[in-house]
């Protein structure tokens, strides 16, 4: 089956400073990587849909200029979190889509963030 | 109203037990569903595609009302492993906006 990567599986920082989160789609090339976030006891949220070489689109309420996202080819796609604040700590999780595949999604393994 | 409902959960069975999961949606357009399980503090997996006749594989059934936008997931001979959250996804049509539902716990214990 389709294999999605991310990297750092998880990252500890400091509040203010900047993380960058990389999701890569190993064995296919990806039309739509997802940004979500899921805080404890809850469910994914969706943050931002990625096609490779235009802009993302935020959903309601998630600041593009907080969270940098860039899919620059069809197999990688990154999430930064600019001056991250301990509300910012949670499981940022990437997926991935293809044509072929429908509307299947295809999970990375996720990323947890804890900033202090 | 929230675009997918589930039952609020969690659920305690016992082994071997049948369970079954209900889940609506609001968006008629909506075209694809599925199901997929999630781990305490793991990424979520695809369980199944559900169609609108039905699909079933081994311990685990789907069904998909169109008419009253409506999902649901029996899972039969219920094991220890089957513990975990599971979640409706149903994509809202228009394009690959896909909505998770907020999920259902699942535990099943000895």
């Known amino acids: 089956g389709a294999v999605v990567s991310q990297h750092p599986s998880w990252v500890i920082c400091k509040s203010g400073t900047s993380v960058k989160i990389e999701c890569r789609s190993l064995d296919f090339q990806a039309t739509t990587m997802f940004w979500y976030r899921q805080f404890p006891k809850q469910s994914l949220m969706l943050m931002a849909t990625?096609?490779?070489?235009?802009?993302?689109?935020?959903e309601q309420g998630v600041e593009k200029d907080k969270f940098l996202i860039n899919h620059a080819s069809l197999t990688l796609s990154t999430l930064t979190v600019t001056s991250a604040h301990p509300e910012d700590s949670s499981f940022y999780i990437c997926?991935?889509?293809?044509?072929?595949?429908?509307?299947?999604?295809?999970f990375g393994p996720g990323t947890r963030l804890t900033v202090t | 109203r929230k675009e997918v409902e589930q039952d609020p959960g969690p659920f305690n069975v016992p082994e071997g037990a049948t369970v079954a999961f209900n889940c609506t949606y609001s968006?008629?357009?909506?075209?694809?569903f599925f199901w997929y399980r999630q781990d305490c503090r793991k990424e979520p997996k695809l369980l199944m595609s559900?169609?609108?006749s039905g699909n079933e594989d081994g311990r685990f059934t789907a069904q998909l009302n169109r008419a009253s936008q409506y999902i649901s997931l029996l899972i039969r001979d219920s094991k220890l492993s089957d513990s975990a959250t599971y979640l409706c996804v149903v994509n809202g049509g228009g394009g690959f906006k896909t909505i998770f539902g907020a999920g259902t716990r699942l535990f099943v214990k000895a």
């Open positions: 997926s991935a889509t293809f044509l072929a595949g429908g509307y299947e999604q295809y």
């Open positions: 559900v169609y609108s």
């Open positions: 968006n008629s357009a909506s075209q694809s």
């Open positions: 990625s096609n490779e070489g235009s802009k993302a689109t935020y």
